[in-house]
């Protein structure tokens, strides 16, 4: 796990390219992260966020080049990013629903396996559950059973079960009660504070504009705008486009 | 996998749908009928595992599967007089001879999976069936080609005695048969559900894709739930072997197609819904063997074993098509 220096980004996509057929989701993007950031990508329904997220994390097929700590990774397969330091929390959370709340937990640790990480695994757990009460009631229980605030938590604390340097989060509001979102973003909060560089994606701007420092306004696949959270919340046309003013 | 679901229901109807009680001349014919079901049945289990393992990952039935057998039993034959000849001890030459056939069905496993299934990962399901079928004729032609049309004699290993357990006879062989397959079984079931390996391949099965988020190489899983199956599939073929003392390039077929039906009567993918349901149907086969006569009044004979696993099939199709302790809605996200 080679650190960035601190000129360099933790994270710099340049020219992204997604397309599905001839319909290109993705157009040309650049942009960077800065390792110990919060940054958000902003935008509607469809504007690509998704797929952009997915394509860092290998899991379609993407044009353009992507440095993550130095080193080109574009060409690595989905499954050799987590021990490079970078975890994604799909949309939809993607919990494994048949196999239990620690089965999930200790999937997310699944490349830290050397017998000398043991330890610093059980109690990566612990902190999971102290990070997140309710996973530690329902610990032995299939992860299918859980309500859909809990597969999130259950989804981000897998994550992070994988000491992830950069964490990618795609939507982690969608469909949670408000309370839900508030425990949910507090999470996100504390991980940041923690020293976990993340990149959200969200569809709630105010929300995302809020925990974030700096942000990315994405539309029909091509970043428009960027500056910090505090200027796109006082933008005008962020603030008639995603904040309903 | 698992989903808990206790099929006493289930298992009730079995029970009352099992030959009348007046028909049941003795308690002893009856007991006989279950020890020879429950080892025909260890031996369907051991196949129908290695269908199951890799349809809960791939979604994909290995129709191959019951060649691989066949294979592995005839190359435990081969290396069985081979090393007979050797003047080894029966006992050694039992173990050296499966070690070496599961050696080459694992080799014959994971070639399968190469060059018929993998370039079609992505094609429609259809397509690896088809692929799956040419294998199995392949497999079967090139057996064909290297042993001969003729039935070959399996070598005694193991004594020829038997125990008398009441008024049953239980040989040696059914007991090592019994004793291999529910060991075996046991050991994989603990993998699956209680090993870092495990916990991969059920995530893999659920989804491959999240699974890679996690560090998981599908294509490992993969191969390696090949390579389970296909060392199960030697056992299988070894034992088979030696409880009919006969081996030869067909038997493949029908055992294989009965290990499916087993897998699917007890819910394919789910692993010991692979056991519950080859073990249910060797002794449905056995019981159904033998009072069929009594049954028909002497109209039909022994000879018609093979029936019941299809209707067998055939209801479980109709009735319950997820199987025993299968899952009642789709199972794949």
Same mark, same amino acid.
């Given at each position: 796990m080679a650190a960035a220096t601190d000129h360099q980004p933790l994270l710099n996509v340049a020219n992204l390219q997604v397309r599905y057929g001839s319909i290109m989701a993705v157009k040309d993007i650049s942009f960077c992260v800065t390792a110990g950031e919060l940054v958000c990508l902003i935008g509607a329904n469809g504007a690509g966020k998704t797929s952009t997220l997915k394509a860092l994390a290998r899991m379609i097929p993407a044009g353009g080049e992507i440095h993550y700590a130095g080193q080109r990774i574009d060409g690595l397969p989905a499954y050799a990013l987590i021990s490079q330091g970078l975890?994604?929390?799909?949309?939809?959370?993607?919990?494994?629903?048949?196999?239990?709340?620690?089965?999930?937990?200790?999937?997310?640790?699944?490349?830290?396996?050397?017998?000398?990480?043991?330890?610093?695994?059980?109690?990566?757990?612990?902190?999971?559950?102290?990070?997140?009460?309710?996973?530690?009631?329902?610990?032995?229980?299939l992860a299918g059973t859980l309500s859909g605030g809990e597969q999130q938590m259950l989804a981000i604390g897998r994550a992070l079960m994988g000491k992830p340097q950069l964490l990618l989060l795609d939507e982690p509001s969608m469909g949670l009660a408000p309370l839900l979102v508030q425990t949910v973003f507090d999470a996100i909060r504390s991980v940041a504070q923690s020293g976990v560089t993340i990149l959200l994606v969200e569809q709630n701007a105010r929300l995302a504009l809020t925990v974030c420092s700096r942000g990315y306004v994405m539309e029909s696949g091509a970043i428009t705008l960027t500056d910090s959270a505090e200027n796109l919340l006082a933008d005008p046309r962020v603030r008639a486009a995603y904040l309903g003013e | 996998m698992v989903v808990p679901y206790k099929p006493y229901g289930q298992l009730a109807l079995l029970v009352l749908c099992l030959p009348p009680y007046r028909i049941i001349r003795g308690v002893d014919i009856f007991l006989q009928q279950v020890a020879n079901g429950l080892t025909l049945g260890s031996i369907y289990a051991l196949v129908a595992l290695g269908y199951t393992l890799v349809y809960g990952i791939l979604g994909l039935i290995n129709f191959a599967h019951g060649e691989v057998v066949m294979v592995g039993a005839l190359t435990a034959l081969a290396a069985s007089k081979f090393l007979l000849a050797a003047a080894l001890p029966p006992a050694v030459v039992f173990v050296l001879a499966f070690?070496?056939?599961?050696?080459?069905?694992?080799?014959?496993?994971?070639?399968?999976?190469?060059?018929?299934?993998?370039?079609?990962?992505?094609?429609?399901?259809?397509?690896?069936?088809?692929?799956?079928?040419?294998?199995?004729?392949?497999?079967?032609? +090139?057996?064909?080609?290297?042993?001969?049309?003729?039935?070959?004699a399996m070598p005694q290993l193991l004594p020829e005695m038997a125990f008398a357990l009441g008024g049953v006879q239980i040989t040696v062989i059914q007991l090592v048969i019994i004793g291999v397959a529910g060991l075996t079984m046991a050991a994989l079931l603990v993998l699956v559900n209680r090993t870092r390996l495990g916990r991969a391949m059920r995530a893999t099965a659920e989804s491959p894709s999240i699974a890679a988020l996690m560090g998981v190489d599908a294509n490992r899983i993969i191969v390696l739930a090949f390579l389970i199956g296909s060392a199960l599939a030697a056992l299988a073929g070894m034992l088979v072997a030696s409880n009919y003392g006969?081996?030869?390039?067909?038997?493949?077929?029908?055992?294989?197609?009965?290990?499916?039906?087993?897998?699917? +009567?007890g819910g394919i993918g789910n692993l010991a819904g692979a056991v519950v349901g080859g073990?249910? +149907?060797?002794?449905?086969?056995?019981?159904?063997?033998?009072?069929?006569?009594?049954?028909?009044?002497?109209?039909?004979?022994?000879?018609?074993?093979?029936?019941?696993?299809?209707?067998?099939?055939?209801?479980?199709?109709?009735?319950?098509?997820?199987?025993?302790?299968?899952?009642?809605?789709?199972?794949?996200?």
């Amino acid at each position: 796990m080679a650190a960035a220096t601190d000129h360099q980004p933790l994270l710099n996509v340049a020219n992204l390219q997604v397309r599905y057929g001839s319909i290109m989701a993705v157009k040309d993007i650049s942009f960077c992260v800065t390792a110990g950031e919060l940054v958000c990508l902003i935008g509607a329904n469809g504007a690509g966020k998704t797929s952009t997220l997915k394509a860092l994390a290998r899991m379609i097929p993407a044009g353009g080049e992507i440095h993550y700590a130095g080193q080109r990774i574009d060409g690595l397969p989905a499954y050799a990013l987590i021990s490079q330091g970078l975890a994604l929390v799909p949309e939809g959370r993607g919990v494994f629903s048949r196999l239990t709340v620690a089965e999930n937990l200790a999937m997310g640790a699944y490349h830290r396996h050397r017998p000398d990480e043991r330890a610093a695994v059980q109690e990566d757990e612990a902190r999971m559950y102290v990070l997140f009460p309710r996973l530690a009631e329902r610990r032995r229980q299939l992860a299918g059973t859980l309500s859909g605030g809990e597969q999130q938590m259950l989804a981000i604390g897998r994550a992070l079960m994988g000491k992830p340097q950069l964490l990618l989060l795609d939507e982690p509001s969608m469909g949670l009660a408000p309370l839900l979102v508030q425990t949910v973003f507090d999470a996100i909060r504390s991980v940041a504070q923690s020293g976990v560089t993340i990149l959200l994606v969200e569809q709630n701007a105010r929300l995302a504009l809020t925990v974030c420092s700096r942000g990315y306004v994405m539309e029909s696949g091509a970043i428009t705008l960027t500056d910090s959270a505090e200027n796109l919340l006082a933008d005008p046309r962020v603030r008639a486009a995603y904040l309903g003013e | 996998m698992v989903v808990p679901y206790k099929p006493y229901g289930q298992l009730a109807l079995l029970v009352l749908c099992l030959p009348p009680y007046r028909i049941i001349r003795g308690v002893d014919i009856f007991l006989q009928q279950v020890a020879n079901g429950l080892t025909l049945g260890s031996i369907y289990a051991l196949v129908a595992l290695g269908y199951t393992l890799v349809y809960g990952i791939l979604g994909l039935i290995n129709f191959a599967h019951g060649e691989v057998v066949m294979v592995g039993a005839l190359t435990a034959l081969a290396a069985s007089k081979f090393l007979l000849a050797a003047a080894l001890p029966p006992a050694v030459v039992f173990v050296l001879a499966f070690l070496l056939a599961a050696a080459v069905c694992m080799a014959l496993g994971i070639v399968i999976e190469r060059i018929a299934y993998r370039p079609l990962r992505n094609a429609p399901r259809l397509a690896p069936l088809i692929t799956a079928i040419g294998v199995s004729i392949i497999l079967q032609q +090139l057996a064909m080609m290297l042993w001969g049309r003729s039935y070959h004699a399996m070598p005694q290993l193991l004594p020829e005695m038997a125990f008398a357990l009441g008024g049953v006879q239980i040989t040696v062989i059914q007991l090592v048969i019994i004793g291999v397959a529910g060991l075996t079984m046991a050991a994989l079931l603990v993998l699956v559900n209680r090993t870092r390996l495990g916990r991969a391949m059920r995530a893999t099965a659920e989804s491959p894709s999240i699974a890679a988020l996690m560090g998981v190489d599908a294509n490992r899983i993969i191969v390696l739930a090949f390579l389970i199956g296909s060392a199960l599939a030697a056992l299988a073929g070894m034992l088979v072997a030696s409880n009919y003392g006969i081996a030869h390039y067909n038997m493949g077929f029908m055992l294989g197609l009965k290990a499916f039906t087993a897998a699917v +009567l007890g819910g394919i993918g789910n692993l010991a819904g692979a056991v519950v349901g080859g073990l249910l +149907l060797g002794v449905i086969e056995a019981l159904g063997a033998g009072y069929i006569g009594d049954l028909t009044g002497g109209v039909l004979g022994s000879q018609y074993q093979d029936v019941f696993a299809f209707f067998v099939l055939i209801g479980v199709l109709v009735l319950r098509p997820a199987g025993l302790l299968g899952e009642r809605v789709a199972e794949r996200a």
